[in-house]
């Protein structure tokens, strides 16, 4: 089972930029689709952002349309998320994921978590 390190989090100003690092190692991430969700204070994990191996498609969550890019390089089994533009309620523990369609939404595929990174945006 692949294990999945997320890294670059951390506090920035409102409008600012970070950009998210997910790190894999005990396999390849070679033929899966990605994901990024995040986790904000009181509230549920959310799905943010997906790529599929094959052809890079990319799919995002309508609150990061336009703000947010996923992609991902298959050499170094590394998948990134660069945000723009930042905003208050991107606060959040951000979390990478092997995923799946549930029918309904975008799920962790194999179900365990990394420790996540922590981004605060302050107003």
């Known amino acids: 089972q692949v294990q999945l390190v997320e890294s670059g989090g951390g506090l920035v100003q409102a409008g600012g930029s970070l950009r998210l690092s997910c790190a894999a190692s005990?396999?390849?991430?070679?033929?899966?689709?990605m994901g990024w969700f995040r986790q904000a204070p009181g509230k549920e994990r959310e799905f943010v952002a997906r790529?599929?191996?094959?052809?890079?498609?990319?799919y995002y969550t309508d609150s990061v349309k336009g703000r947010f890019t996923i992609s991902r390089d298959n050499a170094k089994d590394t998948l990134y998320l660069q945000m723009n533009s930042l905003k208050p309620e991107d606060t959040a523990v951000y979390y990478c994921?092997?995923?799946?369609?549930?029918?309904?939404?975008?799920?962790?595929?194999?179900?365990?978590w990394g420790p996540g990174t922590q981004v605060t945006v302050s107003s």
């Open positions: 790529i599929n191996w094959s052809d890079s498609n990319t």
């Open positions: 994921a092997v995923i799946s369609w549930d029918g309904r939404t975008y799920i962790n595929r194999f179900g365990s």
């Open positions: 005990g396999r390849t991430l070679s033929g899966y689709r």
